[in-house]
């Protein structure tokens, strides 16, 4: 199997929060829609929060995020992955958050969809960062692959992008 790449970031002067994946899903590069598996909960918990759920056509739901101050990305910009789980991820390359960070300065929280995407992001990326003021913290995954928590319980651990917009 063959490199698979993420997406440009979405991102703007407005963005005060990043939220980093690890890398898209098969269906997710197939959409070419960040989060777009349905049995994913992101867009459902952004719902709740944010007024930016599956209600809306997707480019209205990243238009919401935006409006909130929320970027979304993803830790690697490349890897070698069968099918979709993280654990199956290899040949990993990170994307450039130095110039990301320097481009858009007002983030200043930046919040893991899951352990994979803070390992990658610590292990590749980090070290490229020198002297990063920025908050570093990793919510529990909205994958479908990540059951062992309740919508609501993952709702409320992702309510601290909330916390950190105000």
């Known amino acids: 199997?063959?490199?698979v790449y993420s997406f440009p970031p979405v991102v703007s002067p407005n963005s005060k929060v990043l939220v980093l994946g690890s890398m898209p899903g098969e269906v997710s590069l197939k959409a070419e829609q960040y989060y777009?598996?349905?049995?994913?909960?992101?867009?459902?918990?952004?719902g709740e929060?944010?007024?930016?759920?599956?209600?809306l056509p997707y480019q209205e739901r990243l238009v919401a995020l935006d409006s909130a101050?929320?970027?979304?990305?993803?830790?690697?910009?490349?890897c070698t992955r069968p099918g979709s789980l993280d654990s199956a991820i290899?040949?990993?390359?990170a994307n450039n958050f130095a110039a990301l960070f320097a481009s858009f300065p007002k983030i200043t929280h930046?919040?893991?969809n899951g352990a994979k995407s803070?390992?990658?992001?610590?292990?590749?990326?980090?070290p490229t960062l020198s002297g990063s003021q920025r908050v570093f913290a990793r919510l529990p995954s909205t994958s479908p692959a990540h059951a062992g928590m309740t919508f609501d319980e993952k709702v409320k651990r992702w309510s601290a992008l909330t916390k950190a917009l105000s």
């Open 36 to 46: 777009a598996h349905p049995r994913n909960a992101f867009w459902r918990i952004m």
């Open 110 to 112: 930046v919040f893991f």
């Open 118 to 126: 803070e390992a990658a992001f610590r292990r590749h990326a980090l």
């Open 90 to 93: 290899r040949d990993e390359e």
């Open 69 to 78: 101050g929320i970027a979304l990305w993803d830790s690697l910009r490349a």
């Open 1 to 3: 199997m063959g490199f």
């Open 49 to 55: 929060l944010f007024g930016a759920g599956l209600s």
